[in-house]
């Protein structure tokens, strides 16, 4: 982690639940690159494998948040490299129409986000799942999530 993102022991012990879509490719493959490079990552974690980030939309995000999720983000394809023509611009395109909608809400839009990985980086996957913990934890520091209040 950064040295300007120490998060204190009392927002850290509120991050429980992060829910991570990984797309099969190379969301999925950076991961597993990362697992056999033994590589360390926030244990709050969950990796939910999806065929491509495309299909992962406002209901499988709200779903999650109102089943105890503090934070929501999607892994996929690099630009122009998704698998399954251009899933991941779609998802990009949903992930930032819903962080505008949580704004206009009140919410802190830190803790819905996407991501792109290559499958040969596990150094990747392990820098965007600290960067999701870290913006949850500004997102409770700051202006509060659904969860705890905004």
Known sequence: MSDCAVIDEEIK???QNIVVFMCNECGQGSANTAG???MAYEPAIRIVRVQCTGQIGPIQIMDALNNGADAVACVGCCIG???FFNGNLLSMHRIKL???LFKELGY???FINQYTSR???GETAV???EDIVERLATAI???GTIKYGC
């Open 141 to 143: 520091k700051e202006e």
């Open 13 to 15: 012990g509120k991050i």
């Open 36 to 38: 056999v490079a033994r």
């Open 127 to 129: 820098g965007d799942f």
């Open 98 to 100: 819903m962080k505008k």
């Open 119 to 121: 499958a040969a980086e």
């Open 108 to 110: 802190s839009d830190q």
């Open 81 to 83: 490299a998704c698998h």
